[in-house]
């Protein structure tokens, strides 16, 4: 099994490093519809849960959606080292606490992050190897107001601020591993776990391969 520390153990998976899975779009494309969906069809996926400074919005569950945390908190953390990497976004601050992601991406535990741009530049900085960085597009501009509209959290000043800021997250496109245009959301969310489970089977990954192979091949 993933977690097994034996190259084969019986079962049809052997053992491999997890992955740092990133999700980023411009604000109201669909990352975090994206993002649920994935994390209740893939039980080996935990969500990478972002501390942030900004105020909780109707629906979110305070340690599930974010930590919300303070601003002292939040400066205390970046003091102590415990983010991997933290952003100013929409005036708030944003950072991916280190805690338990090292050791479980060794026990072939994968994570989720939905972060920005900058997020990601930093974490693909820091891991290389281990992340995989997918870009989430809306069909058109057009769409992407409807979707912030009709999500009815946010109010007209800050529709606006993010779909001011909407073409500037769009340039980033470049810096990502997949793009997925996310015109229907079922086909979109196929395409993103047919990403994952590709880069799941990434040589690199399978850390149990070398004992696998030596054994297939001794005569
Ligand atoms: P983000 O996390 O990128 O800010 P959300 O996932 O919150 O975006 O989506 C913004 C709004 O658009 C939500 O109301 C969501 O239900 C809706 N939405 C997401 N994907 C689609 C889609 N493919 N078609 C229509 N509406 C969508
Ligand atoms: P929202 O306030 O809509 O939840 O998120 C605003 C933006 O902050 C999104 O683009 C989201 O991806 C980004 N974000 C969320 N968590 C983090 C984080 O830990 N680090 C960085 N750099 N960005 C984040």
Request: with cysteine; charged share 30%; hydrophobic share 35%.
């Amino acid at each position: 099994m993933i977690d097994s520390p034996h190259p084969h153990s019986g079962h049809d998976t052997l053992h491999r490093r997890g992955l740092m899975f990133i999700l980023s779009s411009p604000s109201g494309a669909g990352k975090t519809t994206i993002a649920r969906k994935l994390l209740e069809a893939e039980p080996e996926l935990g969500l990478s849960v972002s501390a942030t400074t900004r105020p909780i919005r109707p629906g979110e569950q305070d340690g599930r959606d974010y930590h919300f945390i303070d601003q002292a908190q939040f400066d205390q953390m970046v003091e102590a080292g415990e983010f991997f990497e933290w952003a100013h976004v929409f005036g708030h601050c944003y950072g991916t606490p280190k805690g338990h992601i090292r050791a479980g991406l060794k026990t072939g535990r994968d994570f989720l992050f939905d972060i920005d741009w900058q997020g990601t530049q930093q974490l693909h900085q820091k891991a290389e190897s281990d992340v995989v960085r997918v870009f989430i597009l809306p069909p058109s501009l057009d769409e992407l107001r409807r979707r912030l509209e009709g999500r009815g959290t946010d109010s007209s000043e800050v529709i606006s601020a993010r779909m001011a800021r909407a073409q500037a997250e769009i340039s980033h496109w470049d810096a990502y591993d997949y793009v997925v245009v996310n015109d229907d959301v079922e086909t979109c969310f196929g395409k993103v776990r047919q990403i994952l489970a590709a880069e799941r089977m990434r040589r690199k990954r399978q850390t149990g391969l070398i004992d696998f192979v030596r054994e297939l091949t001794r005569s």
